[in-house]
């Protein structure tokens, strides 16, 4: 069964659009995370959930938001798409900030 | 400066052969350790995760050392196989009021047959 799963897997999208990427775990962990990894493979967090609560924001700019409907649900809705968000978008669980992550498959974000 | 270097950027060996990948840190106040493996258009795989009075962990093939002083720890991989082709990354957690971690560039590992 997967662990984190992500949807899309691919998004392609134009600039000035708002999209939204999806992220679910079945793990029953408290803490969810988003991140960005850039074409130089640096992975960069961006976002951290426990408990419904926003503990880290890695200075994202504000058209990043994070939602999170329930403990299972991390999802990550970016406004007013710019080139420079093109990148490769992972979402992450833990049972708490001290444990192992586990990583969703990712989702592509192409912005043309 | 980012504070978690490793190196090599990238290595090659031949299937069999070990290998021996770095990594130095500036974190501090220190909380833990971690080496993923990321295969190629895939989530990074949590292999190690080391606290500051752990010196080594093993997970099958892989030992992770870990020496706090120093701020270096290091992933060895004993009896390569071409699986073993990925990119392997070092991950350092810090605790200062909130929760940092920070991510390596990763050692990307090329396994020949």
């Known amino acids: 069964d997967t662990a984190v799963s992500q949807t899309p897997k691919y998004l392609v999208t134009q600039m000035g659009n708002d999209k939204s990427i999806k992220c679910e775990q079945n793990?029953?962990?408290?803490?969810m995370y988003w991140y960005k990894q850039d074409s130089k493979k640096f992975l960069k967090i961006m976002f951290s959930y426990n408990n419904k609560e926003l503990i880290i924001n890695e200075t994202v700019p504000n058209r990043f938001s994070p939602k999170s409907p329930d403990k299972a649900h991390l999802n990550l809705h970016i406004n007013s798409l710019e080139l420079g968000d093109s990148a490769v978008y992972f979402c992450?669980?833990?049972?708490?900030?001290?444990?192992?992550?586990?990583f969703g498959p990712g989702t592509r974000l192409t912005v043309t | 400066k980012n504070q978690v270097e490793q190196s090599p950027q990238s290595l090659i060996i031949l299937e069999g052969k070990n290998c021996t990948l770095q990594?130095?840190?500036?974190?501090?106040?220190?909380?833990?350790l971690r080496w993923y493996k990321q295969d190629t258009g895939r989530g990074p795989v949590s292999l190690t995760i080391?606290?500051?009075?752990?010196n080594t962990k093993s997970n099958g093939r892989y030992t992770a050392t870990l020496d706090a002083d120093t701020k270096q720890s290091s992933l060895h991989i004993t009896a390569s196989q071409l699986s073993d082709s990925a990119s392997y990354i070092c991950v350092v957690s810090e605790i200062t009021g909130g929760f940092k971690t920070i991510f390596g560039a990763g050692t990307r590992l090329f396994v020949k047959a």
């Open positions: 990594c130095n840190y500036t974190v501090s106040p220190f909380s833990n």
């Open positions: 992450a669980s833990s049972q708490d900030q001290q444990r192992r992550q586990y």
């Open positions: 080391m606290t500051f009075s752990e």
């Open positions: 793990l029953g962990h408290d803490t």
